[in-house]
């Protein structure tokens, strides 16, 4: 058997007008961690989908473990009857089914005519406990955290016998804890002789978990590195062509008058209850307060609430001296709401709408003309953005649904931050999905924001991230405020560690000891 695991050689790849992949060669080998990475729109998750099958590559040849594959035939179904497997950034699993039900759909242990669950959790069970993915096969997908959720992705490929997995941003809305259990199973995965590929953009889990290093740039490899002796610094200035400051550079803020005012906030949740809880909170202009947060403890219907996605229980919401707890959406934008989504396709977009489209929703009252929208004010509008922002293709035109992820992020960011009149800017998840040189363009524009006067709330599920950007730093657990931090706490030596815990249940023992 080849010591390779796959083999791509002279891989392109074009869609329309785009080229995605020029050329490519890539070498996995068997047994090792192998990091693919790239600004956005650089071609990394497209070639690992041609890997797997899922997209059909214009030219070139593949290998799986030495064999040749049709390139013109070549499937997911053919990739996984070859032992390679891929879980995609966003969850491919049914929400109201179970673990195993998720695990063996499609491919479902039959006893007699009869579907044999038990021993499909049996099975699973053991197989979880082998590799330290440690899931009830018999709990409802539901009920599980996000980092519950991608053990059982990463258990589905298990189960088909993969031996092989490509994983992409396998921790984009992970917790730090959940990241160290990650890495903990993927290097038990690769003890057991499996092979991992990894598309990631997070340079410092590269760092810690990867043998060999792909770095890709508009479509090409630019640079092939050793994940031994291997910098931060040194990948990012590979993926983007020159240095990139990793760091958050930014002055002390200087807080204004009072912006946003919550008082005893009440909202409820989907299942009952209250998933915010009696919740006050400031925000003043020229800071940035943020909330850090394990998904599902509350942050979303707050932020949803503020921004009149979702009615309040009780308690008020207060943009300068209006109470907006009322007021519809387009209302709350007209008294200086700015908004920067969780969910960029179904909050922040119209996939179908062109670039320039995007940049003017809910902007669009500003460009009319005599017989309706001025296109050109939009195109000039729209070219400014686009080269503000370095949104790739610069093509006004360009449909964003065939934009990458982090371009698509780029659109959304250039638009709110350039809303006429706004004093407030809640942003959840800004940098999602986004490379290392777009994560500093976009914290930037936040830390520029705020000098300019704007009161800033952010959300983020990057601790790193909230402990660079906030001035002020709210730990949310269960639906409550359990501690607010300040600058200079921040700041302290431990203070991510104090985060952590905090966000997992502990609750303010330096308060309670004093």
């Known amino acids: 058997m080849s010591n390779r695991a796959f083999t791509l050689s002279g891989i392109s790849r074009s869609f329309g007008a785009v080229l995605a992949n020029s050329k490519v060669d890539l070498v996995v080998e068997t047994g090792t961690v192998h990091a693919v990475v790239g600004e956005n729109g650089a071609g990394k998750s497209t070639l690992m989908k041609i890997a797997y099958g899922q997209i059909r590559a214009d030219e070139g040849s593949i290998k799986i473990k030495g064999e040749a594959i049709a390139r013109t035939k070549h499937s997911p179904s053919q ?11 966003h969850f491919m699993l049914v929400a109201p089914l179970t673990v195993t039900e998720n695990v ?7 006893k007699g005519v009869f579907v044999d669950i038990d021993k499909a959790a049996g099975e699973l069970s053991e197989l979880s406990k082998r590799f330290g993915l440690d899931v009830n096969p018999h709990s409802p997908i539901e009920d599980l955290s996000v980092g519950e959720q991608q053990r059982v992705e990463i258990l589905k490929v298990l189960w088909q016998g993969c031996d092989v997995l490509i994983l992409d941003e396998p921790t984009a809305v992970l917790t730090p804890g959940e990241v160290d259990q990650l890495f903990d199973v993927l290097r038990e995965l690769v003890a057991n002789g499996m092979t991992v590929v990894m598309i990631t953009h997070k ?9 060999r290093i792909t770095v890709m740039r508009r479509g090409v490899v630019v640079e092939e590195l050793s994940g031994k002796g291997s910098s931060a610094e040194s990948i990012a200035r590979a993926m983007v062509g020159r ?6 550079d930014k002055a002390p803020a200087e807080p204004g008058k009072l912006v946003l005012k919550i008082d005893d906030l009440r909202v409820a949740a ?12 400031d925000v003043r202009a020229g800071e940035i307060v943020g909330i850090a947060g394990v998904t599902g403890n509350g942050q979303s219907e707050l932020l949803d609430a503020i921004v009149g996605l979702r009615r309040i229980g009780a308690g008020s919401i207060r943009i300068g001296n209006r109470d907006v707890g009322a007021l519809s959406v387009r209302e709350r934008f007209e008294a200086g709401l700015s908004h920067i989504p969780e969910d960029r396709h179904h909050r922040g977009l119209v996939l179908s709408f062109s670039v320039e489209d995007n ?39 360009a449909i964003a649904a065939a934009l990458s992820g982090g371009n698509q992020q780029k659109i959304v960011v250039a638009r709110e931050l350039a809303r006429e009149g706004a004093v ?18 976009i914290h930037k524009r936040i830390i520029a924001a705020r000098d300019a006067g704007l009161a800033v709330l952010l959300v983020s599920a990057e601790l790193s991230e ?49």
């Open 359 to 397: 940049l003017i929703l809910g902007r669009h009252h500003g460009f009319g003309g005599l017989l309706g929208l001025d296109r050109n004010k939009i195109r000039r509008e729209a070219e400014q953005l686009i080269k503000e922002v370095d949104i790739r293709p610069d093509d006004p035109q």
């Open 243 to 248: 240095p990139v400051l990793l760091e958050v």
């Open 104 to 110: 063996i759909l499609g491919r479902e242990p039959v």
């Open 466 to 514: 909230l402990i660079a950007l906030s001035d002020r730093l709210a730990v949310m657990y269960g639906g409550e405020i359990v501690e607010m931090l300040e600058a200079d706490q921040l700041a302290a030596d431990g203070a991510r560690a104090r985060i952590g815990e905090l966000m997992t249940g502990a609750r303010a023992a330096q308060g309670a000891d004093s």
């Open 424 to 441: 407030l800017l809640v942003c959840a998840q800004p940098t999602r999905g986004v490379d290392i040189g777009a994560i500093e363009l």
């Open 270 to 281: 989907q299942r009952g209850g209250d998933a915010v809880k009696g919740i006050s909170l």
């Open 79 to 89: 990739a996984i009857a070859r032992g390679v497997g891929m879980v995609h950034q």
């Open 203 to 211: 340079l410092d889990e590269v760092v810690a978990i990867a043998d």
